[in-house]
């Protein structure tokens, strides 16, 4: 595809797995981070799942699950018209529109007929800023994104306990800061959590983040993963970090 169909000054096109998925962003709003990638990589959905991306932005996470896992069907719920329109458009320029539904709702205010029957499979990198905590960016669209203006984790657990089928299960990936907040607001909805792995920086480090899956209406029993460390002492990735960072993400242009 030729440069010229997007417009230099306000946007990049990234590629992942070796140029063989394309990604258009804004230049300067809201661009994915680290986390969708780790999230991407941690959920694993059956290639018949019906699964919903509660907040997908630009589309990244539908975009991995269905190039890397071969997911059937994923909808994306993205609140911000600019960004649907970006997560819609990269779903056609990897020719994966038959696949990646995007909804420009909020899902807080999902009705009945939108949910098309219930979800096996929820995922949602969320914000993780209370209000209050932190300057909040003047980018309406990063600030939406990083701050619980729009959504805050009981609604994020709200909204997935109701797509949800019975035994289907939400990925989250969240502070690990707030992980005991996290556990303890899951049991609120009957979401039960299932497996937790934590990431760390460097072997040594505090850990920054934690992925967890839980399952609606799902017996207790927790499985405590191996931590994922990224770097190694030398600042390389480590395996485990080159197997989440080994799609490759690559700058075209600008």
């Known amino acids: 595809m030729k440069k010229s169909h997007w417009n230099d000054h306000t946007e990049t096109l990234d590629s992942l797995f070796e140029g063989r998925l394309k990604i258009v962003q804004k230049k300067n709003g809201y661009r994915f981070s680290i986390d969708a990638l780790l999230l991407a990589h941690f959920a694993d959905p059956g290639p018949r799942d019906r699964v919903i991306d509660l907040g997908t932005g630009c589309g990244i996470i539908p975009l991995i699950l269905t190039f890397r896992k071969k997911t059937t069907r994923v909808i994306g719920v993205e609140v911000q018209p600019p960004l649907a329109d970006l997560a819609r458009r990269n779903a056609a320029l990897n020719r994966l529109t038959s696949r990646i539904e995007i909804w420009e709702k909020n899902f807080n205010e999902l009705k009945d007929e939108d949910l098309k029957g219930a979800f096996d499979l929820a995922v949602s990198n969320p914000p993780y800023r209370k209000i209050g905590s932190g300057r909040i960016n003047p980018d309406p669209e990063k600030s939406l994104a990083r701050h619980e203006i729009n959504a805050s984790l009981e609604d994020v657990l709200r ?29 609120g909805f009957h979401l039960e959590p299932k497996r937790l792995r934590f990431v760390h920086s460097h072997e040594g480090d505090e850990a ?19 931590p994922l460390f990224l770097f190694d002492s030398k600042g390389n990735y480590t395996s485990a970090g080159q197997d989440v960072f080994r799609i490759g993400l690559a700058r075209e242009f600008p």
Do not use: H, N, T
Request: net charge positive; with cysteine.
């Open 159 to 187: 909204a997935a306990c109701r797509l949800l089928r019975d035994k289907g299960r939400l990925d989250m990936i969240y502070p690990a800061s707030r992980g005991a907040e996290v556990l303890k607001a899951m049991a």
């Open 208 to 226: 920054c983040l934690m992925l967890v899956e839980a399952v609606k209406k799902g017996r207790p029993q927790l499985k405590v993963l191996p």
